[in-house]
């Protein structure tokens, strides 16, 4: 049993970093529809990975170290409660750079300092 839950977080974390990178690909070509519709499945997949509690999350928390930055902005930024230091991590230094993912890094941490940030309340 503990096999099939392992394999169905993993078809949702693939799940969240796939729809990230494509309403990426969708922003950038200025898809905003399309782009709209990757965002809601990502945030479905998130939920279904919440309602595995802490499982889930730590599922998600692979998605910290991946190679598109767009995608690891977007798992540190629903990670914060779960994954503070990390995520930070994750945020300041996508945060450093240009472009609209590190806007969203800055974004992330700026709603996180001013106590708005709601994106996983637990």
């Known amino acids: 049993m503990a096999g099939v839950v392992a394999m169905k977080l993993d078809k949702l974390v693939k799940e969240?970093?796939?729809c990230v990178a494509a309403q990426t690909r969708c922003i950038e070509r200025g898809d905003a529809a399309a782009g709209n519709?990757?965002?809601k499945r990502y945030i479905k997949a998130f939920d279904k990975l919440c309602s595995q509690g802490a499982a889930g999350r730590d599922a998600l928390a692979v998605l910290l170290d991946d190679a598109r930055p767009d995608v690891r902005v977007m798992a540190a930024s629903f990670l914060l409660r779960h994954s503070k230091e990390k995520a930070m991590r994750v945020l300041q230094e996508e945060a450093k750079k240009t472009g609209f993912i590190a806007?969203?890094?800055q974004q992330a941490l700026d709603r996180w300092k001013d106590g708005s940030w709601a994106l996983d309340p637990e």
Do not use: L, M, P, V
């Open 16 to 18: 969240f970093g796939d």
């Open 37 to 39: 519709k990757y965002a």
């Open 103 to 105: 806007f969203g890094a």
